[in-house]
């Protein structure tokens, strides 16, 4: 039977998709590209022995469940893509408490217990860490603290270090590009012409305006800005960096010679 539709037929762009073995029960999670991660819906109603089409429709109609029930385009081992129901993975927990596990199967009852407890974490640790079997002994055998185990946590240890790095490097960047955002409005005086240059700049583009005008029969200050503007990567002549002074000088003198053959202004 084929999935509900989900409220909003919005498919999600998929950047990472991983099958999750959990208690001997075959998953499909995605990472999406708004960074969240989302379960199919039809495994897991599979694996709890759930009808798939009446839980579509109880998932639509809660008014929390359905703002995290989308599409996704999943790759399948016999059917190659297909577009598939998914559940964000945060928001499963929230649809395993509507489930009464006194009116499941006798049979069902344990593993819906189980999920209740784990399957969230072990979902989200596929994509973290890579472990994707839940291992009810995994805990218990890092606690014996042999040299393997030992070994293991010294590795999830340099992860999250390398990750805090990486984290902490982007925030830093981040920063900095605010920071020269902050001062490009502030018109830091340490870093751009100062007014008497500003006014030169001024006045050279007016002459060439002036010149090119007189050839074009149009106004050319705009034109004449513009291509300022270009060559230097700026917003505004006063947004000129002091070190390039000289060069925007040079090369306004340049442009007003080819269009004259007089001395520069």
Known sequence: ???????????????EQREVVFYGDELSAIRAADGQ???SVRHLCDALGLDRASQSRRIRADEILSEGYQWGVMMTPHRGQQKAAVLRVDLV???????????????????LTQYKREVVK??????????????????ALLAQETPEAQAYMMAQAVLQLARSQLLMRTQLANH?????????????TGRYV???????ISQAVKAVALAAGKK?????????????YRKFGITGYKLLPTRRFDEAMKYLTEWYQNLTGDLPF
């Not at 039977?1 to 950047?15: C, F, G, K, R």
């Not at 100062?194 to 030169?200: C, D, H, L, N």
Request: no cysteine.
């Open 194 to 200: 100062t007014a008497e240059q500003a006014s030169q």
């Open 176 to 188: 900095e590009e605010r920071l020269e955002s902050i001062e490009a409005q502030l018109g830091d």
């Open 37 to 39: 991660i989302y379960v």
């Open 1 to 15: 039977m084929a999935d509900q539709e989900p409220v909003a037929d919005n498919t999600l762009q998929v950047l």
């Open 93 to 111: 927990p929230f649809w395993l408490a509507g489930l009464d596990a006194t009116r499941a199967k006798e049979s069902i009852r344990p593993k």
């Open 122 to 139: 072990v979902l989200w640790e596929a994509f973290q860490s890579g472990r994707l079997t839940a291992d009810v002994d995994f805990d």
């Open 216 to 228: 074009s029969g149009r106004n050319e200050f705009g034109a004449v800005y513009g291509e300022l």
